[in-house]
Every structure is written in C-alpha cells, then in structure tokens.
C-alpha cells in the first residue's frame, strides 16, 4: 500500500523520530509504513489520519 506519510511528515518539519513519539511507535515502525515494508494496523492508521488533520483514504493509497 503507498502512503503519503513522508511527505506529510516533512510539510512539518519533523523527522521519523518526532512522528514516531507523536503515535506511540518507534522510529523503526515509522520507517516501514513510509517505505511500504509494513502496513499499520487500522487502529494506528487511524491514528495517523487523526494526527494530520485527515481521513485515512487521503494518506493511505491502493496500490
């Protein structure tokens, strides 16, 4: 699944580590959802979705 995470993480200025305290994951988790090597949970892309400011459906992309 593609996402556009990274992206959104930089547009703020943070870096994996700041993103990553803001969830409650570590850096490690942050880094395979941005690189596709992991899918979150929907608990934590819910999360993520809340975090920004957005709906899920607008980070997380089909492939």
């Known amino acids: 699944m593609k996402n556009r995470l990274k992206?959104?993480?930089a547009e703020r200025?943070?870096?994996?580590?700041?993103l990553a305290d803001a969830l409650g994951v570590?850096?490690?988790s942050v880094n395979a959802i941005e690189t596709g090597k992991y899918d979150p949970?929907?608990?934590l892309a819910f999360?993520?979705?809340d975090l920004?400011?957005?709906k899920i459906e607008e980070i997380f992309l089909r492939d």
Request: a positive charge; glycine letters at 4%; aromatic letters at 10%.
């Open 52 to 54: 920004f400011g957005l």
């Open 26 to 28: 570590s850096r490690q």
């Open 13 to 18: 200025d943070w870096n994996q580590q700041d």
């Open 41 to 43: 949970s929907l608990p």
């Open 47 to 49: 999360r993520i979705a």
């Open 7 to 9: 992206v959104l993480r």
